[in-house]
Nanobody, 124 residues
Framework: QVQLVESGGGLVQAGGSLRLSCAASGRTFISYTMGWFRQAPGKEREFVSAISWSGGVTYYADSVKGRFTISRDNAKNTINLQMNSLKPEDTAVYYC?????????????????WGQGTQVTVSS
């Protein structure tokens, strides 16, 4: 089993930056593909970014490409999401997810474990 806990959310002005972290624990963390999703009120949960188990391959949604950077530190059992040039439309609850497929995927149904979420609010 994998347990995930997000942190680092908050309130920032448009154009600002935040760095989200996800602390993971469990027997299979090292072999999991990890990702970030987000969900705004009244909307479906959407893919943000994913990273392979080795950290060598990353994948980004078009909406965040060039602004967000995902990273993984297996020694510390964490993944991070550096968010720069934030826009009001980035406002959402951000969720960390772990998938046992061991490949990059943007499909939320292919992720097996989810954190509780952390709120990101970007003011205009």
């Amino acid at each position: 089993q994998v347990q995930l806990v997000e942190s680092g959310g908050g309130l920032v002005q448009a154009g600002g930056s935040l760095r989200l972290s996800c602390a993971a624990s469990g027997r299979t963390f090292i072999s999991y593909t990890m990702g970030w999703f987000r969900q705004a009120p009244g909307k479906e949960r959407e893919f943000v970014s994913a990273i392979s188990w080795s950290g060598g391959v990353t994948y980004y949604a078009d909406s965040v490409k060039g602004r967000f950077t995902i990273s993984r530190d297996n020694a510390k059992n964490t993944i991070n999401l550096q968010m720069n040039s934030l826009k009001p439309e980035d406002t959402a609850v951000y969720y960390c997810a772990a998938g046992s497929t061991r490949r990059l995927t943007s499909l939320k149904n292919e992720y097996d474990y989810w954190g509780q979420g952390t709120q990101v609010t970007v003011s205009s």
